[in-house]
């Protein structure tokens, strides 16, 4: 039996079982399917979205408008400026006009408090398009992409390489613990998680999930199905280069680092955007910076672009799921 997740938001994984992340993956993988035929069922007729975005995108604004169109909904955007979070106008306040106006928000921000005060008040389905916290959208892509690759996702073996405190680590150690991945995050002992937190998820986590922390690849990596990277420096940490380069100069994604998966079918993954040997002008003016070589980028192996297209897909998916049998307002 379907489970009903209309007018539900979208803020943290935390707030999904792993039975309802299944069937938003179940539901993904139908839609991409029907897609690739030219099925166009427009489940989303007549509805209407909006998109806020105070931090810069690319793929989650595309993904969503994409998704949007797809299913025959009009998508709004708002910029930052036209929507003064507490200072034109109270975040409450705002929150009741467009839930009065609009059946859905991709809201894309910094602090996770501000989407919970939005989502609090707007009262319908609120989606995260990424806040410092948490980025759970991005995750149930690579969910999806891990299970395009090796069949299931329960007892997948992956390795983070990077910043372990972020909200995309963060967002992958929920996903391990509610889908039974078995994750390693590997990095530098001052940006690993809190043991607390680690701990946090694993209480009541589904059957297989594992998170492991450590500063060793030969630890962390053999063995492993998937290598994931991520930039070193996220939104908002630009004056912080020096000490991440400083940190993960050694935990550069390399043919060498992953090679010591001792498995010539390991995948690399990453969230995009990446910094690849000479891939843009800050590369090249800042090689030291680049979190991955551009032979293990471009490589055959490399489901970076694959997992950019599955955000649309699954963007879609949470959309319908929790819109297309909501009444209509």
Same mark, same amino acid.
């Given at each position: 039996m379907p489970i009903d997740l209309a007018g539900?938001?979208?803020?943290?994984?935390?707030?999904?079982?792993?039975?309802? @992340?299944?069937?938003?993956? %179940?539901?993904?993988? =139908?839609?991409?399917?029907?897609?690739?035929?030219?099925? &166009?069922?427009?489940?989303?007729?007549?509805?209407? @979205?909006?998109?806020? &975005?105070?931090?810069?995108s690319a793929r989650t604004r595309a993904a969503f408008a994409v998704a949007a169109a797809d299913e025959g909904a009009h998508l709004e955007a708002l910029l930052p400026g036209d929507i003064r979070f507490g200072e034109k106008e109270s975040v409450r306040d705002i929150a009741r006009v467009l839930g009065r106006l609009f059946d859905g928000i991709a809201f894309r921000c910094f602090g996770h408090e501000l989407l919970r005060e939005l989502?609090?008040?707007?009262?319908?389905?609120?989606?995260?398009?990424?806040?410092?916290?948490?980025? #759970?959208? =991005?995750?149930?892509?690579?969910?999806?992409?891990?299970?395009?690759?090796?069949?299931?996702?329960? !007892?997948?073996r992956i390795a983070y390489v990077g910043d372990g405190r972020n909200?995309?680590?963060?967002?992958?150690?929920?996903?391990?613990?509610?889908? !039974?991945?078995?994750?390693?995050?590997?990095? #530098?002992?001052?940006?690993? #998680?809190? #043991?607390?937190?680690v701990a946090e998820l694993l209480r009541g986590a589904s059957q297989g999930a594992e998170i492991a922390v450590g500063s060793e690849p030969g630890a962390a990596l053999p063995g492993c199905d998937a290598v994931y990277g991520d930039v070193w420096?996220?939104?908002?940490?630009?004056?912080?280069?020096?000490?991440?380069?400083?940190?993960?100069? %050694?935990?550069?994604?390399?043919?060498?680092? +992953?090679? =010591?998966? !001792?498995?010539?079918?390991? @995948?690399?993954?990453?969230? +995009?955007?990446?910094?690849? %040997?000479?891939?843009t002008e800050f590369a090249r003016q800042r090689p030291e910076v680049c979190e991955v070589a551009d032979e293990v980028f471009e490589h055959p192996q490399s489901r970076v672009f694959d997992q950019a297209e599955n955000r649309m897909h699954t963007a879609k998916a949470v959309m319908v799921q929790t819109l297309a049998s909501a009444r209509a307002r």
């Open positions: 539900r938001s979208l803020l943290t994984l935390r707030d999904f079982s792993e039975a309802e @992340i299944a069937q938003l993956l %179940d539901c993904a993988a =139908q839609l991409k399917a029907e897609k690739r035929a030219g099925v &166009f069922p427009q489940r989303l007729a007549h509805r209407n @979205i909006a998109l806020i &975005f105070l931090k810069p989502a609090g008040n707007a009262g319908i389905p609120v989606w995260n398009a990424l806040c410092d916290s948490y980025h #759970p959208t =991005q995750v149930l892509a690579d969910l999806l992409t891990v299970r395009e690759n090796f069949g299931e996702i329960r !007892g997948t909200n995309l680590a963060t967002s992958l150690m929920i996903g391990a613990a509610r889908m !039974g991945l078995s994750l390693r995050i590997l990095a #530098p002992p001052p940006l690993q #998680p809190a #043991p607390a937190l420096v996220s939104m908002g940490e630009e004056h912080l280069l020096d000490e991440r380069i400083a940190l993960l100069r %050694d935990y550069k994604v390399t043919p060498e680092l +992953m090679a =010591q998966t !001792g498995r010539a079918d390991s @995948i690399y993954m990453h969230c +995009m955007p990446a910094l690849h %040997d000479l891939s």
